[in-house]
Nanobody, 132 residues
């Protein structure tokens, strides 16, 4: 059974940085390489939105326009972990951040996945608060 454990998050001033990690367990290395890992966020009263995705096998990534140039998603090699490095934080980045996974074949498909319903496994979420 796939389990996702998120860590990181917390509070930061505007312009600051935070790092989130999502460790994926319950999968073989082969399946992990074909897994699409995503970070979503949801602010109060707003819909859950995809922030970034990564396909560990292909290395393909996606970042939303709202975070491009500020956030980076990359794998922590050998640890089955996807890291979201968030720089130049803005108050509008304040939200609950969720890690999610879906089993896909290739990075192109992963990069195109933005709908929460396309992901079957979810972490418990971690709060990110950016003070203005």
């Amino acid at each position: 059974q796939v389990q996702l454990v998120e860590s990181g998050g917390g509070s930061a001033p505007a312009g600051g940085s935070l790092t989130l990690s999502c460790k994926v367990s319950g999968v073989t290395n082969s399946l992990y390489s074909r897994t699409c890992i995503a970070w979503f966020r949801q602010a109060p009263g707003k819909e859950r939105e995809a922030v970034a995705t990564i396909h560990p096998g292909d290395g393909d990534t996606y970042r939303s326009d709202s975070v491009k140039g500020r956030f980076r998603i990359f794998p922590d090699s050998g640890k089955n972990t996807a890291v979201l490095r968030m720089n130049e934080l803005k108050p509008e980045d304040t939200a609950m951040y969720y890690c999610a996974t879906a089993r896909v074949v290739g990075g192109t498909i992963c990069r195109g996945r933005r709908d929460p319903s396309q992901f079957g496994n979810w972490g418990q979420g971690t709060q990110v608060t950016v003070a203005s």
